[in-house]
């Protein structure tokens, strides 16, 4: 790969590392796309196909972005945003995010005002709640580690209220908030399986990501290793793409594991990737936020549908 200058837009090559045979179809832009540069830790891109504009975090500056897929402007979409993290979109079209620094996960109505989807388990405080998915039934299910309650960088330090870092599921029609798993290091990233039968949960500091079986009472069980990583892959945010492979961010790159777990590809990029999303008019561009940058490539590869869509 080609030196990388820290400029404030630009491109960089497209570098693609083909690990299995099954990968070697997968292409795209010669160039990487650099669309914005400035931030201190990149996460959490959610993209909007109705107003054509992706919405991302910066964690440690405490708000959020706005690109503009029509014009290319960025501007700031929340400041204050409670240290927001992880972003989704729910059936409405609704944005549901984790705020870290807040201790919760809200959605944000069409007026614009702030709903609370859950705060407390068992009405002991969140640790920082860090990503977010939303099932075709409407129930939300996230991850909750300690990065917002550790120092005063990605939230305010304090002491946790509950016994470890956990996985949660809001109920749809209750709101009651659920633990569906407690053997996790780090929860991190999540994604359902195409067909919404199993749950990847990345364990950012056990290095790995999980896979688990979905019920249709609301629990989880199993939970073998999916996918491994090596010393660098400290695997965070993951999307599928309409094949049913796993595209996670670990380290300086984008893996991409196929269903049965085989790492088959990766994506280098120049510094720590945090978080991705497939969107555009066609799913077909993949969204990066890492680090310092939003990154983007278009590929020949199209994001997962939501199921409900």
Known sequence: ?????????????????????????????????????????????????????????????DRMLRWDEMTGAVGPFRQPA???????????????????????????????????????????RLNSPNDVVVRSDGSI??????????????????EPEIDGCHVYRVDPVTGEVSRVADDFDRPNGLAFSLD????YIADTRRRHVRVLDVHDNGTLSGGKVFAQGGDDDR???????????????????VLCHDPDGTLIGRLRLPDDVANLVFGGLKRNRLFIASSSSLYSVMLNVTGARPVWS
């Open 1 to 61: 790969m080609q030196p990388f200058h820290q400029t404030p837009y630009g491109h960089i090559p497209t570098d693609l590392e083909v690990l299995d045979e099954r990968f070697a179809t997968v292409g795209g832009d010669d160039l990487v796309e650099r669309l914005y540069f400035g931030t201190r830790w990149a996460e959490g891109p959610v993209y909007f196909p109705a107003g054509r504009f992706l919405v991302w975090s910066d964690i440690p500056n």
């Open 82 to 124: 409670g240290y927001v993290n992880g972003n989704t979109l729910d059936r409405q079209g609704r944005l549901i995010s984790c705020e870290q620094g807040r201790r919760r996960v809200t959605r944000t109505e069409a007026d614009g005002s702030i709903t609370v989807i859950a705060d407390r388990w068992q009405g002991k």
């Open 141 to 158: 299910w996230f991850t909750d580690p300690a990065y917002g309650i550790d120092s005063d960088y990605e939230g305010y330090r304090a």
């Open 196 to 199: 919404e039968s199993r749950l």
């Open 235 to 253: 695997f965070d945010g993951m999307r599928l793409d309409d094949t049913g492979r796993v595209w996670a961010a670990a380290g300086k790159a």
